[in-house]
């Protein structure tokens, strides 16, 4: 499901469609002011956002850990404006690993990688192969 349109607040009635609910992906060219939560529940979800800080990811990370009980995979996060990637990394206690610009999100399953401009990133459940 595409929304090009975009959505302004959490009070969008289109949560409430069937075809909202049924859906496993959803690309959201413009998002303001409205909750992550009412991604919850999707497997994937893209979304393009107004200016994304420090404060914004931490709220993500929060929220998306609520989604430990789902069937969440991965979300994507373009935005206007460059992150500033060090500074997130720093106060958000990130762990580097082996991945070029991936880090591991402490107490969660949870892994964030930025892109190589700075202005998309991507959070996902890291998978174990037990062999």
């Not at 979304?47 to 969440?72: G, W, Y």
């Amino acid at each position: 499901m595409t929304l090009t349109g975009g959505l302004i607040h959490e009070n969008s009635q289109i949560s409430t469609l069937e075809q909202w609910k049924q859906a496993k992906h959803v690309k959201v060219e413009t998002i303001f002011m409205v909750p992550i939560r009412i991604f919850s529940n999707f497997a994937t979800f893209e979304v393009s956002s107004t200016p994304f800080f420090t404060e914004d990811v931490a709220k993500l990370i929060d929220t998306l850990d609520q989604f430990q009980s789902t069937n969440f995979k991965s979300c994507k996060i373009n935005c206007t404006l460059t992150l500033d990637t060090k500074k997130i990394v720093q106060e958000l206690n990130l762990q580097s690993s082996s991945v070029p610009r991936e880090y591991s999100i402490r107490n969660s399953d949870f892994f964030i990688q930025f892109s190589l401009n700075r202005k998309s990133f991507k959070v996902y459940k890291k998978f174990h192969i037990n062999i």
